[in-house]
C-alpha cells in the first residue's frame, strides 16, 4: 500500500539525514490523516490507494501554482523548494499517460457512455476518473473532452 511506502520512505530520509525528503513526506504523511478523518466525519471508510492519488494530485497542483507565484516574485529559493517537494510526492504517482493516450481513453470514454453533447461531460470525466486516476491531468483532460464533444 502506499501509505506503507510513505511510512518507510520517512525512515529512510531520516536514516539519510534527507531533511527536504523527510519533510515533505511528514506533510504528505500529515495530509493524508487529515483527508482520512474528514472522510471519517462523512461516515466513509479511510481512503483507498486509489483515493490517495488524488490527494497527491492536488498537493502536486497546489505547489505547481505555488513555484508559478514564487517564480513571479523573484523568489526563486522558495520555486526550488516547491519542486523538490513535487519530485518527491510525484515518485508516488503512476506513470502519466502520454498526450497519445489521453486522447485514445477520451475517444474510448466517449462511446462507452455515448455521450452525444457537452451536456454528457460529466459522464465521460466520471469515466476517466473512475479507470485513470492519477495517471492523467484531468484539468487538460477536461478541455480535450469539452473539443472532442464540441467537435
Known amino acids: 500500500m502506499l501509505r506503507d511506502d510513505i511510512n518507510n520512505a520517512v525512515k529512510d530520509a531520516m536514516r539519510a539525514k534527507d531533511e527536504r525528503k523527510l519533510s515533505t513526506l511528514r506533510m504528505v504523511n500529515s495530509t493524508i490523516k487529515n483527508a482520512d478523518i474528514a472522510a471519517r466525519g462523512e461516515g466513509?471508510?479511510?481512503?483507498?490507494?486509489?483515493?490517495?492519488?488524488?490527494?497527491?494530485?492536488?498537493?502536486?497542483?497546489?505547489r505547481q501554482e505555488s513555484v508559478e507565484l514564487y517564480d513571479k516574485g523573484g523568489r526563486a529559493e522558495l520555486a526550488a523548494q516547491e519542486r523538490?517537494?513535487?519530485?518527491?510526492?510525484?515518485?508516488y504517482l503512476p506513470?502519466?499517460?502520454?498526450?497519445?493516450?489521453v486522447k485514445a481513453a477520451i475517444s474510448a470514454a466517449v462511446t462507452e457512455t455515448g455521450a452525444a453533447g457537452m451536456k454528457d461531460m460529466g459522464?465521460?470525466?466520471?469515466v476517466l476518473k473512475a479507470k485513470y486516476a492519477g495517471q492523467m491531468d484531468f484539468g487538460k483532460a477536461s478541455g480535450l473532452v469539452k473539443a472532442a464533444l464540441a467537435g
Open 44 to 62: 466513509k471508510p479511510p481512503l483507498s490507494d486509489a483515493d490517495l492519488l488524488g490527494v497527491f494530485q492536488k498537493m502536486i497542483k497546489q
Open 95 to 101: 506513470k502519466q499517460m502520454s498526450d497519445d493516450d
Open 84 to 91: 523538490e517537494e513535487i519530485a518527491v510526492i510525484s515518485a
Open 123 to 126: 459522464k465521460v470525466i466520471a
